[in-house]
């Protein structure tokens, strides 16, 4: 069992940088994959960034590439996600997600994920 919570949401405008953090719960932390998925109003839920277990792989949302950064640290049972030139776009509900299928494997389909944090609102105004 694994409990995910997440923070570091919050107002910012585009262009700024942002850094939201997900603590887990359980011992087991490190034999789970990592992601975050993000939705906004009206939309579904959307990928944006996966990590395998050791940290050696990531992965992203073509949306998102080249200005956002997914990173773990097992010792301290911890996700983040470093937000850069943030878009009004970027504006959504961010999610973690934990689930035992390796990182590599469609990282992002929701469905294949087994835990799931409350959330924490990015916004981005124009």
């Known amino acids: 069992q694994v409990q995910l919570v997440e923070s570091g949401g919050g107002l910012v405008q585009a262009g700024d940088s942002l850094r939201l953090s997900c603590a887990a719960s359980?011992?087991?932390?490190?034999?789970?994959?990592m992601a975050w998925f993000r939705q906004a109003p009206g939309k579904e839920r959307q990928f944006v960034a996966a990590?395998?277990?050791?940290?050696?792989?990531?992965y992203y949302a073509d949306s998102v590439k080249g200005r956002f950064t997914i990173s773990r640290d097992n010792a301290k049972l911890t996700v983040s996600l470093q937000m850069n030139s943030l878009k009004p776009e970027d504006t959504a509900v961010y999610y973690c997600a934990a689930r035992s299928r390796p990182a590599h494997l469609d990282p992002g389909r929701d469905y294949l994920y087994d835990y799931w944090g409350q959330g924490t609102q990015v916004t981005v105004s124009s």
């Open positions: 990590i395998s277990w050791s940290g050696g792989g990531t």
């Open positions: 359980g011992r087991t932390f490190g034999d789970y994959a």
